[in-house]
């Protein structure tokens, strides 16, 4: 089944996060910014400075970032979000929100970029993954620009996202802006957890690629599997490591719920397959869609997303 290896590609792809860790040896001013009647503290920071990416290497910065490429959809959408799209001049093609990331110039995929338009943007540092070509990077050092790993979401928490955000608006001087994502983050996760403490806890599975290519979901120690748990599930695959399920283990776990991508046919063809056409969830219509781009690329938008999910699961809650 084709069509299942392209659904878990652009997964392995648009699922990429920037750095975990961020940190300066540089001397740093304090000064006091008034924001909706509190005082919040912005760094102002003397270059060049020290960054440190999610592969332990060192990044000087000789002076503020004036152009960036992104080959990281999360961070493409952070940056847009902490008021800084203006600083970018490139992007790949699957960074696609927001709207205004189609006046972007893209120079191709996220793991094999074209270097020549990279090159040619002259961007003062560029964001990469562990998806991205060993020769490409190279070629870009070569080339005198700056490249910083980020972190993707095998490794991700809720705790790590907040601090993925500080560190991006640290670097961009937008530390104001990155407080205020993270806590509308913060508050919808506090909102959605009160509200179903008490309720019935439904099976829940989350497709991410089915059929031949092997079936994926989000297993306990993902970031996704924590969503479906904080939203009021019951995840089928808590108990399981990476991103491997087995179609033996879902059809007896028998979920009540299922929950797909909105991909063309994508719903269609799981459910007119056999084994999961048998399943519970998909005899009684409870396989639902849902905007994949709100849960796989965890940033500013995971405060709707959860929302999405627990609306989903918990219907009678969320109206």
């Known amino acids: ?110 793991d094999i970029p074209s270097v020549e338009k990279i090159i040619a943007l002259q961007p003062d540092i560029v964001f990469v993954t562990s998806l991205t070509n060993s020769d490409i990077i190279k070629k870009l050092k070569a080339a005198k620009i700056k490249v910083f790993y980020v972190l993707d979401n095998n490794n991700l928490n809720f705790n790590a996202i907040y601090d993925n955000i500080t560190t991006l608006g640290d670097i961009l001087h937008a530390q104001n802006q990155a407080k205020k994502i993270n806590d509308t983050i913060k508050n919808k996760v506090e909102e959605v957890k009160s509200k179903v403490t008490s309720a019935k806890r439904p099976k829940v599975y989350y497709v991410i690629s089915y059929g031949q ?14 969503l479906l748990q904080l939203a009021g599930g019951d995840n089928i695959a808590n108990d399981a490591k990476g991103w491997k399920f087995t179609k033996e283990r879902l059809i007896i776990s028998n979920p009540d719920i299922i929950i797909l991508p909105r991909y063309s046919e994508m719903k269609k063809g799981f459910t007119n397959t056999s084994g999961y056409s048998s399943l519970r969830a998909v005899k009684y219509g409870n396989i639902y869609e849902i905007d994949n781009n709100l849960l796989e690329i965890p940033g500013p938008r995971l405060s709707k997303g959860i929302e999405e999910l627990a609306k989903i699961i918990h219907p009678e809650i969320f109206k």
Do not use: W
């Open 213 to 226: 290519g092997g079936d994926y979901t989000s297993t306990g120690d993902t970031f996704l599997g924590e």
């Open 1 to 110: 089944m084709k069509r299942s290896f392209k659904y878990l590609y652009i997964f392995l792809c648009l699922t990429l996060f920037f750095t975990l860790c961020s940190c300066s040896n540089n001397t740093h001013n304090n000064k006091e910014i008034k924001n909706n009647g509190n005082e919040l503290k912005e760094n102002v920071v003397n270059y060049p400075k020290k960054i440190i990416d999610n592969i332990k290497n060192e990044v000087i910065l000789e002076s503020e970032p004036k152009k960036i490429v992104s080959l990281v959809p999360s961070t493409t959408e952070t940056i847009f979000a902490l008021g800084k799209g203006n600083l970018l001049v490139g992007r790949t093609d699957y960074c696609t929100y927001p709207e205004q990331t189609k006046n972007i110039p893209s120079v191709g995929k996220i």
